[in-house]
């Protein structure tokens, strides 16, 4: 999921580590630091479009480099999300750095979750822009609900309980979709479908370029 603002957490914010308060958190999450930058993969490939396996081997090196990378390949794209698939590994596995409404960064990543959305008495649906590292240079409008939980497991296999709100729940709903197999562009109607991949064709060479740009900087290609 890309975001709406640029990526700047000043470490006297509040932070939310794992569903857990924190003092403070560096701007470059710690597993970025470690992590090396791969390829996101774009909308119409394969691996985006069918349900991602359980994660049934964990506390495993192979996964911890995984999420790691996943964090760098996020970073380097100003995401706030990212799901496994997006970098072609077909695992129920994102990891995020997102903000809620109330300016509170959470940071972390979940295994196999499940989300508890409201019941439909009382869920609020909400309008918002919403783009995707994988659509790049597109956004359109897209309802979810206005609160979340994700319920799984961290890359050890312990528990996780993750509570979303605003823009956040929002990530946890856009990702959790992407290890469904699903795109927000298959929430669009057939008009703004076309139009969001028009927006992709039309700006996405931009996008790709600025990745690079910034993962040069970081030296990491």
Do not use: W
Not at 145 to 165: C, Y
Not at 179 to 204: F, I, P
């Amino acid at each position: 999921m890309s975001v709406r603002h640029e990526r700047s957490h000043p470490v006297d914010r509040r932070v939310r580590v794992q569903g857990h308060p924190v003092d403070s958190y560096p701007a470059l999450p710690r597993e970025a630091e470690r992590g090396s930058v791969r390829r996101i993969t774009v909308v119409g490939e394969e691996i985006l479009s069918r349900p991602c396996r359980d994660v049934t081997r964990f506390g495993s090196p192979g996964l911890s480099r995984l999420i790691d990378d996943m964090f760098l390949t996020m970073y380097v794209a100003d995401g706030a999300g990212l799901a496994a698939n997006q970098v072609g590994v077909d695992l129920r596995l994102f990891v995020y750095d997102c903000p809620d409404d109330h300016g509170v960064r959470h940071v972390g990543h979940i295994v196999n979750p499940v989300l508890d959305l409201p019941d439909p008495g009382g869920r609020r649906l909400v309008d918002d822009f919403e783009g995707c590292l994988s659509v790049p240079g597109a956004a359109m409008a897209v309802p979810r609900t206005d609160r979340t939980v994700a319920r799984g497991q961290d890359k050890d296999g312990n528990p996780l309980v993750i509570e979303g709100t605003g823009y956040f729940a929002r990530c946890l709903q856009h990702e959790t979709d992407h290890l469904l197999g699903h795109t927000y562009v298959d929430r669009l109607s057939s008009r703004d479908r076309k139009d969001a991949l028009r927006q992709m064709a039309d700006g996405s060479e931009d996008i790709f370029a600025r990745r690079a740009l910034k993962a040069a900087a970081l030296g990491r290609r």
